[in-house]
């Protein structure tokens, strides 16, 4: 056995299961923020609905991929995701409700700010051991082979035709994430020394070496420790240090973020670098709303990350142009690093046969996770739509022509992210953070594969709500920039 097999099997020792991810996440909620005075209070009640999506959640991969076939599976399957997409849609409408209700609850930290900040790091320990004990769940490895190739290749895994298509790895899986989250694990790849293979040597092949686990799982902490320092920070800014602390503490010791699934494989949680890194970059947007321009920056590359966070984009602008300052500097950091991040993948792209590089990227991304095509995910049986096939045959199929984005379920959701610029009108900072939960949120209730699972995508903005959501909180863009 050698160091490396031999140190993964030490952390997998202490790297908790679903069952210990559930009681953690569980535990932490109570200890810290709990109400012992009044079992049924608002503040209970509130919590109780961050953890409804861990019960649908258990086992769902059980019943989706390890017991394919199986007919009682197969109804688990299909309850889990009905259970899931009405949670999903029930937390969408509270942040709504609360987004236009101004809250009155006073958190009282159950325990002191020296207890919060040792408990904090001991969350944080485990948050490193679930990444490094836990093997990369799809997005993560397949991401880092993506960035390997265009190490290897000088193209982007969008052009490379060993990347694409059903005889690639996963079926194209390598090719279908966002440009900057392919650069965001290439440090870690030049740092640790890739294999370096033949440019002409397919990856399916067996003699391809692929990248270390520990690119992915290293890049994935890294992007989590952002995450966590922002909730931190945003909490002590609109609230108090305690309130910061709190967050920090119930975001990252959330079942969700350990991860649930099965005992075996996960749907949820730091395995998966796509739950993680885009809501880390939209919370360092929310951090940086006194300057708008670097706002702007800071939201186009989330959208570079994992391209959901465009149909943020009406929000924000809505917001700054509300506030009646901010919103020139915010599109021009939007559009100035949208630019630059376009040219970096019209240049590294090229093109196939009769596809250039746009439309490589769009058939690579949505169409690959939106598609209804052979091996495509919105063909999959993961998801509520793949329970229900009669709702789908009308509300995921386009009404005209063959892209995915005339589906009616896309266009409600489009709707939505565009009424977004007029909600936010008057709001306050802890109001766009619910509003973004709420986009974050809803946009499951279209996406086909896995909707719902995606938790970590809206738990950081829906716990700034509830607990930043006090009187006091600023309004108002800074003269004076804080950060």
């Known amino acids: 056995m050698d160091e490396a097999t031999l140190f993964a099997k030490i ?142 290749t000088g193209t982007m895994p969008y052009g490379d035709s060993l ?25 870690l790849q030049l740092l640790m020394g890739p294999p370096w293979n033949d440019p002409n040597l397919g990856p399916m092949s067996e003699e391809y070496v692929r990248p270390s686990q520990y690119v992915t799982k290293l890049t994935c902490l890294a992007f989590q420790l952002l995450a966590l320092y922002a909730l931190f920070e945003l909490g002590r800014r609109y609230s108090s240090e305690d309130i910061g602390l709190a967050m920090a503490i119930i975001y990252a010791g959330s079942p969700y973020v350990l991860g649930l699934g099965s005992d075996t494989a996960l749907a949820t949680g730091l395995p998966y670098i796509s739950h993680i890194a885009p809501p880390a970059m939209v919370l360092l947007t929310l951090l940086c709303l006194d300057r708008p321009l670097i706002a702007g920056i800071l939201l186009a590359g989330a959208v570079g990350i994992l ?76 998801s509520f739509w793949g329970a229900y096939p009669a709702l789908a045959s009308f509300w995921q199929q386009p009404m005209f022509g063959a892209t995915s984005i005339f589906k009616p379920s896309f266009i409600l959701f489009l709707t939505l992210s565009a009424l977004a610029f007029f909600l936010v009108r008057g709001k306050g900072r802890v109001q766009l953070a619910l509003l973004v939960a709420v986009l974050a949120s809803a946009i499951q209730l279209w996406k086909t594969n896995a909707g719902g699972t995606y938790v970590e995508w809206y738990l950081p903005f829906l716990l700034i709500g509830i607990f930043c959501g006090i009187p006091g909180a600023r309004t108002k863009i800074e003269s004076t920039p804080s950060g």
């Open 163 to 187: 990347l694409r298509g059903p005889d690639a790895p996963g079926y194209g899986a390598a090719a279908t994430y966002g440009p900057l989250l392919y650069i965001a694990h290439m440090p």
């Open 307 to 382: 391209f959901w966070p465009v149909f943020l984009f009406p929000l924000f602008f809505g917001w700054y142009y509300w506030q009646r300052q901010g919103a020139a500097q915010f599109v021009a950091g939007f559009a100035g690093a949208g630019a630059i991040i376009a040219m970096i993948v019209i240049y590294f792209t090229g093109s196939i046969g009769d596809q250039g590089p746009i439309d490589l990227l769009i058939t690579s991304t949505l169409e690959h996770q939106e598609g209804i095509g052979e091996h495509q995910y919105g063909a999959t049986k993961f």
């Open 11 to 152: 952390i997998t020792r202490f790297t908790p299961d679903q069952a210990g991810a559930l009681w953690i996440g569980v535990l932490l909620v109570i200890v810290v923020a709990g109400d012992f005075r009044r079992i049924l209070s608002r503040r209970n009640l509130l919590l109780i609905m961050v953890l409804l999506p861990t019960l649908p959640l258990l086992d769902i991969m059980v019943w989706g991929f390890l017991r394919p076939g199986d007919p009682v599976a197969n109804w688990l399957l299909r309850a889990a995701f009905s259970v899931l997409f009405t949670l999903t849609a029930f937390i969408a409408a509270c942040a709504l409700f609360l987004a236009f209700r101004r809250p009155d609850i006073n958190w009282n930290i159950n325990l002191p700010t020296r207890g919060l900040r040792v408990l904090l790091a001991v969350v944080v320990i485990i948050n490193i051991l679930v990444v490094l004990g836990r093997p990369g769940e799809d997005s993560g490895p397949y991401t880092s082979l993506g960035a390997q190739r265009w190490l290897e």
